[in-house]
């Protein structure tokens, strides 16, 4: 058995003393620090490349604690490339990570490829920065273009990429040596398709290249270790009374293992399903939506919009992935619009672990 700790002025972090007691293949149980109701699988050593099983890091965790604040207490451990589960967009984050059947997110592509189609916009631009937890930070961006829309029969495509890492962080041996430098860095990066079979009928899909990998330098050896496989999303929806109205469902994450040299895990496969409508004044929606998620309880996000004043919307949701985790589950966020350029700001508490913030910035053509 090893213990990780992270190198912080010869100090290791109580919390982090209390959250981690690592055995290869050992699930251990957190009560202490998040309740009895879930067991820290995510941390377990299984995770790491057997060269890698002496070190870790409390930024790290950020990435492995998706499995934990995503999956609810019916939950039965981590999935590999968990980072997928997470929302890119501020749009969507606020409103409950509910974006399976809402064609104005500009990462529509990401989350039902079937709506680049659908795009009230022939052509969008969108950039999103996000803060994670304990330091992390994500970039994504997107591109979408959509033609055809006067002989009805429309066409979409998109091009999406994410970045995750953790930086470069000092790590210790379980004797409290230094061992050098290590970076974690997660990428998703794809082109998704989408047509209209008719009118209000859409259907897409997309593929995309998943990849981790730790950096190991400044020790006794420099070595990178990870690995990278090809994933498919499919979906489709339904648009009824002029797009009041829009019924989407889509697959993701299909594909094969992905983990560390021999140690590998499934990709995060989900189901979702959602429903969007308009009001007929200030600019009023609504977002409700279904997942279930392999080896996860299902769960249901839900999210609101309204503007009040012109151009500007405010937003607020509920997703009970995050409420399971013995999280409060609220959303909230804001967005701005100035003629082409919309601007989105989200904010998700995580109680003691911290909160999260993305901001997204997009240009519609």
């Keep these: 058995m090893s213990m990780f700790k992270r190198d912080s002025g010869h100090r290791t972090h109580e919390a982090y003393d209390r959250m981690i007691v690592h055995a290869p293949g050992m699930r251990r149980r957190a009560s202490d620090h998040f309740g009895a109701a879930h067991p820290v699988s995510f941390l377990s050593a299984h995770h790491f490349p057997a060269h890698l099983s002496h070190l870790c890091t409390y930024e790290l965790l950020s990435?492995?604690?998706?499995?934990?604040?995503?999956?609810g207490e019916q939950g039965h451990g981590a999935n590999g490339a968990d980072f997928l589960k997470i929302t890119p967009d501020s749009k969507v984050a606020a409103l409950g990570n509910s974006g399976v059947a809402n064609p104005k997110s500009d990462f529509s592509v990401f989350h039902n490829p079937s709506l680049l189609s659908?795009?009230?916009?022939?052509?969008?631009?969108?950039?999103?920065?996000?803060n994670w937890l304990l330091g992390v930070?994500?970039?994504?961006?997107?591109?979408?273009?959509s033609w055809g829309a006067l002989s009805g029969k429309t066409w979409?495509?998109?091009?999406?990429?994410?970045?995750?890492?953790?930086?470069?962080?000092?790590?210790?041996?379980?004797?409290?040596?230094?061992?050098?430098?290590v970076e974690y860095r997660a990428q998703n990066m794809g082109i998704g398709f989408s047509?209209?079979?008719?009118?209000?009928?859409h259907w897409g899909f997309s593929v995309k290249r998943i990849a981790q990998f730790f950096q190991e330098s400044g020790g006794s050896s420099a070595k990178k270790t990870g690995s990278s496989v090809l994933a498919w999303d499919a979906g489709t929806h339904y648009a009824f009374s002029s797009d009041r109205f829009i019924v989407g469902a889509v697959v993701q994450n299909i594909g094969p293992k992905v983990g560390f040299e021999e140690k590998t895990d499934h990709l995060p496969l989900m189901v979702r399903f959602g429903a969007r409508g308009k009001g007929a004044e200030n600019g009023f929606s609504w977002n409700l939506e279904a997942v279930h998620e392999q080896d996860n309880a299902l769960s249901v996000k839900s999210g609101i919009s309204f503007e009040p004043f012109s151009k500007i919307s405010f937003r607020a949701g509920y997703d009970t992935f995050i409420s399971?985790?013995?999280?409060?589950?609220f959303t909230t966020g804001l967005g701005f619009e100035f003629r082409e350029v919309h601007i989105d700001y989200s904010f998700v508490p995580f109680g003691e672990l911290g909160t999260t913030q993305r901001f997204?910035?997009?240009?519609?053509?």
């Design 156 to 181: 979409g495509i998109g091009l999406f990429i994410s970045d995750w890492r953790t930086g470069a962080f000092g790590a210790t041996d379980p004797y409290g040596n230094f061992a050098g430098q």
């Design 195 to 201: 047509r209209a079979m008719m009118d209000s009928w």
């Design 360 to 365: 997204s910035m997009s240009w519609h053509m």
């Design 63 to 71: 990435l492995l604690l998706v499995s934990y604040c995503y999956g």
């Design 324 to 329: 399971q985790s013995n999280y409060v589950g």
């Design 137 to 145: 930070r994500a970039s994504h961006y997107a591109v979408s273009y």
């Design 118 to 130: 659908q795009s009230p916009d022939g052509f969008r631009l969108a950039a999103s920065q996000m």
